[in-house]
């Protein structure tokens, strides 16, 4: 059985392999309590030795501050745009994946709320949307309805002071994004809606911001507008009584908190420490195109794992790993796909800081030095210090037993 965080299917099934799709009650729940369901993530990351060492003992206390502020004020346009999301809101990238108004407004707010609050060094930040479609003819009335998404959602919070915006400073503000990234100096990481696909569906997504200082992921947020508040564990995570909406940061030597992205005191969260195999249980992406749904399987079964896996989009997988949720995220792109930073750096530094390890399906750590793409070995592998070789074994064996049989 696997379980799926979700709104559009009424389906239990106990099988392995098959997806227990949330029931009519969770959907009314998600629909009338996840109006606004995002996660954001930002992380900052640094890369040489020498240069970590020394930025080790630095605090990136404002920084983070920005971050949590700019995650958050995203993450209600967010929402807003979810709970009204129209067929004529989903765009069509070139490269065929949906974006909508959100993704651009949400890179937009981060954008302009990391200027105004961080004054003492340019802005560098590698973020996944560009404004090349919006700047044509047929998005005009798109560009319009981003600005003033933009302009409404700093209106209505009181602690954002930012003059309106035009639609050239909102195309300006996603341009931003386009830096390089690289192994020297600080540069922050945005996706502003990660599991795009999950928010079309109504159903888990994030806003991951993450800072890069010398090449090493040294801060990070993930904001979750529509994850539970409590564990999402069990098949039932999702009754009627459970709030949503969660707000993770890390910074690198301080550990990882949680708080609801509607202002609750944070808490300290932690791996699971789970040492038993058979009482494991791991997450991975709602879409099977983006993951082997196959090779997961295989692996749980080679180690052992009864509980079926838990299916859901975005980074809000690393959030739910960071609080013990579950004990591992297995995630298997397709042969030749290229892994963006965006999508790992902030869950990445969120999972290290509560005690988790993240490794390439090789058992190297992830680099995220070499520029807006991961450069690693077939897979992400997420667990627990205690449980990583003995994944890393099934892995591997897993890996060459599916090849061989081809
Ligand atoms: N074929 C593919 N294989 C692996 N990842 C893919 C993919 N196509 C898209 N993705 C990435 O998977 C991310 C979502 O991950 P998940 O499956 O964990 O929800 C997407 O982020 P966006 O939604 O920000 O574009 C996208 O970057
Ligand atoms: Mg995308
Ligand atoms: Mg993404
Ligand atoms: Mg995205």
């Not at 995002?38 to 030795?49: G, H, V």
């Not at 200082?213 to 564990?231: I, W």
Request: proline residues 4%; contains cysteine.
């Amino acid at each position: 059985m696997n379980t799926s965080i979700g709104n559009s299917s009424a389906v239990l099934s106990m099988r392995r392999g098959a997806v227990l799709h949330i029931n009519a009650r969770t959907r009314t729940y998600l629909n009338s309590k996840s109006k606004f369901p995002f996660l954001l993530s930002l992380s900052f990351s640094t890369a040489t030795p020498r240069a970590a060492r020394a930025t080790a003992s630095m605090s990136y206390h404002k920084q983070l501050a920005a971050a949590k502020k700019a995650a958050s004020v995203a993450a209600r346009l967010c929402q807003k745009v979810q709970t009204a999301l129209l067929q004529s809101d989903v765009q069509s990238k070139s490269d065929k994946s949906p974006v909508t108004v959100a993704d651009y407004g949400s890179q937009a707010i981060v954008s302009l709320i990391l200027e105004k609050e961080l004054t003492s060094i340019p802005l560098s930040l590698v973020a996944e949307e560009d404004s090349g479609d919006l700047r044509k003819e047929e998005s005009r009335e798109t560009l319009h309805r981003i600005t003033e998404l933009v302009n409404d959602t700093f209106a209505s919070d009181g602690t954002i002071n930012i003059s309106p915006v035009s639609e050239e400073d909102v195309l300006k503000a996603i341009d931003t994004g386009k830096s390089e990234g690289g192994p020297h100096g600080q540069h922050w990481v945005l996706d502003p809606i990660d599991g795009t696909k999950g928010f079309v569906r109504g159903q888990q997504y994030a806003i991951a911001l993450a800072l890069l200082d010398e090449g090493k992921v040294v801060l990070g947020v993930l904001a979750c507008p529509n994850l539970p508040l409590s564990s999402i564990a069990k098949s039932d995570f999702s009754s009627s009584e459970d709030k949503v909406g969660c707000l993770f940061f890390a910074e690198v030597g301080g550990g990882t908190y949680m708080q609801s992205l509607d202002g609750s005191p944070p808490t300290k969260v932690h791996v699971s420490t789970n040492e038993n195999l058979e009482e494991a249980s791991f997450f991975e992406s709602y879409e099977a195109a983006h993951s082997s749904h196959d090779l997961s399987s295989l692996i749980a079964t080679k180690l052992g794992v009864k509980a079926p896996p838990v299916r859901i989009d975005s980074q809000a997988k690393y959030g739910a790993l960071s609080r013990g949720d579950g004990s591992i995220y297995l995630r298997f792109p397709r042969r030749g796909y290229v892994e963006k930073i965006w999508d790992h750096a902030a869950g990445y530094i969120v999972v290290a800081e509560a005690g988790g390890v993240v490794n390439d399906a090789g058992g190297k750590p992830l680099d995220f030095s070499k520029g807006r793409y991961l450069d690693l070995d077939t897979g992400i592998v997420v667990t627990n210090q205690k449980l990583m070789p003995a994944l890393l074994k099934a892995v591997q064996e897993s890996i060459s037993e599916k090849a061989s049989s081809l």
